[in-house]
């Protein structure tokens, strides 16, 4: 086996062809290590991150297993920290190393080795939401032990899931009474009010539209916040909307909307991948939060997948309420940490603490938000 490494746009977007090859015989992928969804996803914020792409080749040059890496610059306070990590930094819940099934004893442990030797180029090397059934955390002889106590492994949250039923009666039942009856009277009651109706969309001059209304819609919410939200300069939305289109190629993106008219008061989009949706962002009108839009379109958005007999229906990482009262099972969420032996990793680790620890305050996250809002 040979290991190389890729930190140019153009050697990038010639993988293609093998990565894609490389796809069909992963376990566990999903849409987010397509190479498709990492290409345009970090184009999106490629002038924060330079590739490091580590490639790993049988002795016939074919593709076997590829680390999608990246270097950035991460700053708190004074300290600048030199890190690899993901080279995908934003829209990517699940991420992972992209391995044949067939050699990955094989792979693991030429990454392994590659890693013990380059890892002081870095102050920090930190691989975050590696799902709990992805190989190098499940099996935990492939990598984990051969790093021996150079590697630290953390629990950084979950991410839930609705595996789906038979029918949408059938889910009801699973959930409580009181949820379920919440659910009923919450969308008769939107369109009881509201003259609109529940339409999805995933291609076209129409899937375009929907876009950009639930990029506006999401900011409009998440700025009552105080948050930055997911599209806030043109630059990322401009990037998304060129992720969109080419997803939209491959037929794994829909956008569901409430809407009348001219008048869009909510908007979810999710991923449609290997017979299996994962919501990925949604925003509503706040005029009209007394409907919950939000709920209503989430609750819509489910009833289709179920009526479409997906596998399931994934709220990829985050402990957010909502996310618990619908799903029927969880998966942990890791991080591992490669150490580096570098000082600044310690320092780095102690500010960013305080700093989170001040955003925390509402007050203080909303002089924050105003601080970058402004720039």
Not at 111 to 140: C, G, H, T, V, Y
Not at 192 to 198: A, K, M, N, P
Not at 255 to 268: D, L, V, W
Not at 351 to 359: A, C, I, T
């Amino acid at each position: 086996m040979t290991i190389s490494v890729i930190n140019i746009e153009q050697d990038f977007f010639k993988l293609q062809k093998e990565w894609e090859e490389l796809e069909k015989h992963a376990n566990n992928l999903t849409i987010f290590q397509t190479w498709v969804f990492q290409y345009y996803t970090w184009r999106i914020f490629a002038d924060k991150v330079r590739l490091n792409l580590i490639l790993v080749r049988e002795k016939t040059g074919r593709l076997i297993g590829c680390a999608p890496l990246g270097t950035r610059i991460q700053k708190v306070g004074p300290v600048k920290l030199k890190l690899l990590g993901f080279c995908c930094i934003k829209y990517c819940d699940f991420q992972n190393f992209i391995v044949h099934a067939d050699y990955e004893t094989q792979v693991f442990s030429a990454l392994a080795e590659w890693f013990r030797n380059n890892r002081k180029q870095w102050d920090m090397i930190q691989f975050k939401l590696l799902r709990e059934d992805f190989a190098i955390i499940d099996k935990k002889s492939l990598f984990i032990e051969k790093m021996q106590d150079s590697i630290k492994i953390e629990n950084i949250g979950q991410a839930p899931y609705i595996s789906i039923q038979e029918n949408w009666t059938n889910f009801q039942d699973a959930l409580s009474s009181k949820r379920a009856k919440s659910v009923r009277y919450e969308v008769k009651n939107l369109f009881r009010q509201f003259d609109g109706e529940f339409k999805g969309f995933d291609k076209g001059s129409e899937l375009e539209n929907a876009l950009t209304q639930m990029m506006d819609l999401h900011q409009k919410r998440i700025r009552q916040k105080h948050q930055l939200g997911a599209f806030a300069t043109e630059q990322v939305r401009k990037g998304f909307r060129e992720l969109v289109h080419e997803l939209e190629k491959k037929g794994y993106i829909t956008i569901h909307t409430i809407a009348a008219k001219e008048q869009t008061i909510a908007a979810i989009g999710s991923f449609v991948f290997d017979k299996k949706i994962s919501y990925f962002q949604g925003g509503f009108d706040p005029e009209y939060f007394r409907l919950s839009p939000g709920k209503v379109v989430l609750a819509l958005r489910v009833t289709e997948a179920i009526e479409k007999k997906v596998k399931e229906f994934d709220f990829l990482f985050g402990d957010e309420d909502y996310k618990f009262a619908w799903s029927t099972g969880q998966r942990q969420i890791y991080q591992l940490e490669i150490k580096t032996g570098s000082p600044k990793r310690y320092i780095y680790k102690i500010l960013q603490g305080l700093q989170n620890k001040f955003l925390q305050s509402k007050r203080m996250r909303a002089l924050y938000f105003k601080l970058n809002i402004s720039r």
